[in-house]
């Protein structure tokens, strides 16, 4: 349903750590260990919603969530947990740019950061969905922004620049290098003969005190999901509906990925995946953009051939029942986790809010 290697890659380090696998990755999702807030009595795995999907348990849009807050609506990907998922407001990456730009230049390193624009009123982006903050991989978005562009319009260029200029310090003694007889899998090298770099080493000790100085951005441990901070703890939860791999699926998700390749076997696409979510394929992306992790913000227009590919992709979707199914799914699946979790996440969301308004204040006292 949703594409991107870039938000592949988030989801692998934030959301579900968004974001704790990749929808690169193999295998089964983890397991949620939070059961709080439910019924005590039914403990089932959370996966059982996946794994023995009925057709017949699938609740028609329109249909209202557990909790009485989401009506079901495709059109918009709504699911149930969309309640409990903070707003994505940037206000951690401003918090992060205001520190980061005071510390290196009180630590003399000759970098001018530029400012990131910062809206307390931002409207969300209508081509993303709330849970997942994806691009919607319709037909119509696709024929447009092919598989990448459809959130670009929320990344203020300020931030980009920022961005870049702290991967420049970094790469003075940072590398990635693919991991012998791994293909594909690559690993951070640092180069000892630039360790001692005055600008490496001052933004290395500026990230290290980040968190100490501001406790608001500090990750919480989480014994379940390994020191997330609490709207990630939350989006890693819904993450198990999102990866959907592996002993995970359900039958009647695994028969629409088989239509879903015969349709786009003409295409010719020599490592087409098995899976619609793994597309765009590693040889698309080499051969669009000459990396393997391009920096998709960056470009302005998709290619005629990626409008092309994307949009038969999305169409394919559609046709062979994966967009539909995917979508039933996992408003099943998050209906049951949101049942037997509503109080924590309800929590987890007020803890949230609360470093939200601390991030705000910090915001506004420092711009």
């Excluded at 349903?1 to 990755?25: D, E, H, K, V």
């Excluded at 969300?124 to 319709?138: D, I, Q, R, W």
């Excluded at 000790?205 to 390994?226: G, V, Y």
């Excluded at 609360?354 to 915001?363: F, M, N, S, T």
Aim: glycine content about 4%; proline content about 7%.
């Amino acid at each position: 349903m949703f594409s991107s290697p870039t938000q592949r890659l988030s989801i692998a380090i934030g959301l579900f750590a968004l974001t704790a696998c990749s929808t690169n990755a193999t295998g089964t999702p983890e397991q949620s260990s939070e059961t709080g807030g439910g019924d005590d009595s039914d403990t089932a795995e959370l996966h059982t919603p996946l794994t023995a999907f009925d057709v017949n348990a699938i609740e028609p849009d329109g249909a209202t969530s557990v909790d009485g807050q989401v009506i079901k609506d495709i059109s918009t990907f709504a699911l149930p947990i969309d309640p409990y998922i903070p707003p994505r407001t940037g206000s951690k990456d401003k918090v992060r740019q205001i520190y980061l730009s005071n510390c290196l230049q009180e630590k003399h390193v000759a970098t001018s950061l530029p400012p990131i624009e910062y809206n307390f009123n931002r409207p969300p982006n209508p081509m993303v969905s709330k849970s997942y903050g994806l691009f919607l991989f319709t037909p119509e978005n696709a024929s447009t922004y092919g598989y990448f562009s459809g959130y670009n319009s929320e990344i203020d260029e300020n931030y980009k620049q920022f961005n870049k200029t702290i991967n420049t310090i970094r790469s003075i003694a940072e590398k990635e290098e693919e991991v012998p007889g791994r293909e594909n899998v690559f690993e951070v090298v640092v180069d000892e003969q630039n360790i001692n770099d005055p600008s490496y080493m001052a933004l290395q000790e500026c990230e290290q005190t980040i968190d100490q100085d501001l406790p608001f951005l500090r990750a919480q441990m989480d014994t379940a999901h390994n020191a997330q901070s609490d709207d990630e703890r939350i989006e890693y939860d819904a993450s198990q509906a999102y990866l959907l791999y592996g002993d995970a699926q359900p039958p009647l998700l695994v028969e629409t990925q088989k239509v879903w390749k015969e349709c786009m076997k003409p295409l010719g696409i020599p490592d087409l995946p098995d899976n619609p979510l793994e597309m765009p394929s590693n040889s698309l992306i080499m051969k669009w953009f000459g990396e393997r992790e391009p920096d998709f913000s960056q470009r302005s227009t998709p290619s005629p051939e990626e409008l092309t590919v994307a949009t038969h992709d999305a169409q394919c979707r559609q046709t062979s029942g994966f967009y539909r199914t995917y979508y039933d799914v996992q408003w099943g699946y998050l209906q049951e986790y949101v049942r037997k979790n509503r109080d924590s996440i309800q929590q987890t969301k007020q803890q949230e809010d609360d470093a939200e308004r601390a991030r705000r204040a910090y915001i506004s006292q420092h711009q």
